[in-house]
């Protein structure tokens, strides 16, 4: 079966510091890598989607940018963090064009001092 | 910006009850989803309707979707206390960009 893994569950780092969220994914291959930002009680704010290693779309300009370095791996990174930057960080994936829905890691909880 | 809106921002309700939650979206679509998250949790995929489709039941649930309003509602019916959640809509649009927008959620609190 197919499962997700995002690490870490909390994070709390100062401003100005760099910043690496990953995000791996096992049992199926060519997935569709996405992040998401959720600020507190909010909806969801899509970041960066990816089809395929080194495939890597924007939605939103920002602080932060992603990778894809691996097929089933998908990095969320930040050289200098800002207040802003502080939410919870979601990671899904699906296959094709999602119609059985996203799988979503249980999120990654960054506060920016 | 959000392609989907839910209605009401937040629900409380007494454990028995059913809960209708409605999302609103601005574009034509390919098919919209619901989806459930516990507090601070990720989100699970509760049901997908594609546009070629009026309503779905899984379990508990009843999804309706009327695309000429743009409108989709989720239906709960005897809401139990574990049904304590946000809900989202999702929509993707036609050209099948791989992309789901996430609407803003509905707070719901059953009560036991």
């Known amino acids: 079966s197919q499962t997700i893994h995002q690490w870490p569950a909390t994070l709390v780092q100062p401003v100005g510091s760099p910043l690496s969220l990953e995000c791996t994914v096992e049992g199926t291959s060519n997935p569709n890598l996405y992040w998401y930002r959720q600020a507190a009680g909010r909806g969801l704010q899509l970041l960066f989607y990816s089809v395929g290693i080194g495939q890597i779309s924007s939605e939103v300009p920002q602080n932060l940018s992603a990778s894809r370095p691996q097929d089933r791996q998908f990095?969320?990174?930040?050289?200098?963090?800002?207040?802003?930057?502080?939410?919870?960080?979601?990671?899904?994936?699906?296959?094709?064009?999602?119609?059985?829905?996203?799988t979503f890691g249980s999120g990654t909880r960054l506060t920016v001092v | 910006s959000q392609q989907?809106?839910?209605?009401?921002?937040?629900?409380?309700?007494?454990?028995?009850?059913?809960?209708?939650?409605?999302?609103?979206?601005?574009?034509?679509?390919?098919?919209?989803?619901?989806?459930?998250?516990?507090?601070?949790?990720?989100?699970?995929?509760?049901?997908?309707?594609?546009?070629?489709?009026?309503?779905?039941?899984?379990g508990r649930l009843r999804v309706t979707l009327d695309?000429?309003?743009?409108?989709?509602?989720?239906?709960?019916?005897?809401?139990?206390?574990?049904d304590t959640a946000s809900y989202f809509?999702?929509?993707?649009?036609?050209?099948?960009?791989?992309?789901?927008?996430?609407?803003?959620?509905?707070?719901?609190k059953v009560l036991a």
């Open chain 2, 67 to 82: 695309t000429s309003k743009k409108s989709s509602s989720l239906l709960i019916t005897a809401s139990r206390a574990a």
């Open chain 1, 75 to 102: 990095i969320l990174s930040s050289k200098k963090l800002l207040l802003s930057d502080s939410g919870f960080y979601l990671c899904a994936w699906s296959s094709g064009q999602g119609l059985r829905g996203y």
């Open chain 2, 89 to 108: 809509c999702a929509t993707a649009s036609p050209s099948g960009t791989y992309k789901y927008i996430f609407g803003t959620g509905t707070r719901l």
């Open chain 2, 4 to 58: 989907g809106e839910e209605d009401p921002q937040a629900l409380s309700i007494q454990e028995g009850e059913n809960a209708t939650m409605n999302c609103s979206y601005k574009t034509s679509i390919n098919n919209l989803q619901w989806y459930r998250q516990n507090s601070g949790r990720g989100l699970v995929h509760l049901i997908l309707i594609r546009s070629n489709e009026r309503e779905k039941h899984s």
